[in-house]
């Protein structure tokens, strides 16, 4: 420039001109992209086959293709970001764990499970680096409601770094979840230790050791509940024991148990046979081969006469010829030697159960019924010929 030249100065935009030119760049971009050719852009990846195209994308792909070819951006990024001959061992779970995160913050929590296992099994050696692995898989099984491996994961990263205050937090708040109540209330009383104030752990450890409370009662409670039972089980053995009742698939007095007198009919587990003030009382099966019916009654007294059921029994809803009643129908069981034997009705229960040949299948005395005399009794006899 000339010693005559003279400098020119550029005023400075005002806000006005700004405004303005902003609101041209604006308008020049809109009627670029109007004027762009419009169509439906059909070459997206759908949601059945995302992982695998994602799989096959420069920036994600970790394998090499089977045809054993990749193109130079595609191997490039391959080695930039996954191949440990071009990473440090560090700089690959940093990697896989910023994966982890770009996942984790969209909601895709198995994804970035995935992201931070495989940092994880680097090995990277640096104990913050696999603390915060740890504490992020945490995190993401927290939020699909694995509290078990959330714990597991934010106990491994305490081990990497005990200071590690959200660590600890999950891993109280996990072990809450899955009722482990002393593990919860020693992290609390680790967290408390560095922050004395902090009212949602004070708030944590009383609700944990509330629910410890209450499992221990019930723990107590189901320990005299099965002494409790315990004790009925030997007195109804030694009721049976002491009467003489012969019980199938029993060898000797040792071998009898009361889960082998349990009857085995649907609905009937809790019509097990059990003592009241010293007396037996069973459950009871009445057959209607006829009609191929049956009548369960739930707990007979050891001193009841078996005409007194069927006494309750008759007339029966079925029996439209009025055929079955009480003084009209003969009572057989199967004997031990695989034959009918008949019965007197009128005799109590306890005397039928020692009976020679009778024996007590499933815990169930069973009675067959049929009318006296009748062609279906015939027919029920000749059976067994």
């Avoid at 090499?64 to 001959?85: H, V, W």
């Avoid at 944590?204 to 409370?213: I, S």
């Avoid at 019916?293 to 009841?304: G, H, L």
């Avoid at 009643?325 to 057989?332: L, M, Q």
Wanted: contains cysteine; aromatic residues 8%.
């Amino acid at each position: 420039m000339s010693e005559n030249s003279e400098s020119v100065k550029k005023e400075p935009m005002t806000d006005e001109e700004r405004l303005a030119l902003c609101q041209k760049l604006d308008q020049e971009l809109d009627d670029f992209i109007n004027g762009l050719e419009r169509k439906r852009y059909t070459d997206g990846w759908s949601e059945d086959t995302w992982e695998e195209e994602m799989d096959k994308h420069p920036f994600f792909m970790k394998d090499t293709p089977a045809d054993g070819e990749l193109s130079p951006l595609a191997e490039g990024l391959a080695k930039l970001k996954y191949d440990p001959n071009e990473n440090t061992a560090l700089e690959l779970a940093t990697n896989y764990k910023e994966d982890g995160n770009f996942n984790f913050k969209h909601k895709n929590y198995r994804l970035a499970i995935m992201g931070y296992t495989e940092g994880i099994r680097i090995k990277c050696g640096d104990a913050e680096m696999d603390a915060s692995l740890y504490n992020n898989r945490a995190a993401s099984h927290w939020q699909l409601k694995n509290y078990r491996s959330s714990l597991a994961d934010s106990e491994k990263a305490l081990t990497y770094n005990p200071k590690h205050a959200k660590a600890r937090l999950r891993a109280a708040k996990s072990a809450l979840e899955v009722a482990k109540y002393d593990t919860c209330i020693e992290h609390c009383q680790k967290i408390l230790e560095e922050t004395k104030d902090n009212t949602e752990v004070t708030e944590l450890m009383k609700k944990a050791r509330k629910k410890k409370q209450l499992l221990e009662r019930d723990q107590r409670k189901k320990e005299r509940d099965a002494s409790a039972k315990s004790k009925q089980k030997e007195t109804v053995v030694k009721a049976i024991l002491s009467r003489g009742i012969r019980v199938s698939n029993c060898e000797d007095e040792d071998d009898l148990d009361l889960a082998k007198l349990e009857p085995v009919l649907p609905g009937a587990h809790d019509a097990i046979v059990h003592v009241e003030d010293g007396i037996l009382k069973w459950p009871l099966l009445f057959l209607y081969p006829e009609y191929q019916m049956t009548d369960f009654i739930k707990a007979c007294p050891e001193t009841v006469p078996l005409i007194d059921q069927l006494e309750q029994l008759f007339p029966a809803p079925w029996d439209e010829r009025g055929e079955y009643r009480k003084d009209s129908v003969n009572v057989y069981f199967e004997g031990y030697d695989k034959m009918p034997h008949v019965i007197d009705s009128k005799e109590q229960l306890g005397n039928l159960l020692v009976l020679k040949y009778f024996e007590l299948k499933a815990g169930t005395p069973a009675f067959f019924i049929l009318p006296r005399g009748s062609k279906v009794e015939r027919t029920f006899l000749e059976s067994y010929i």
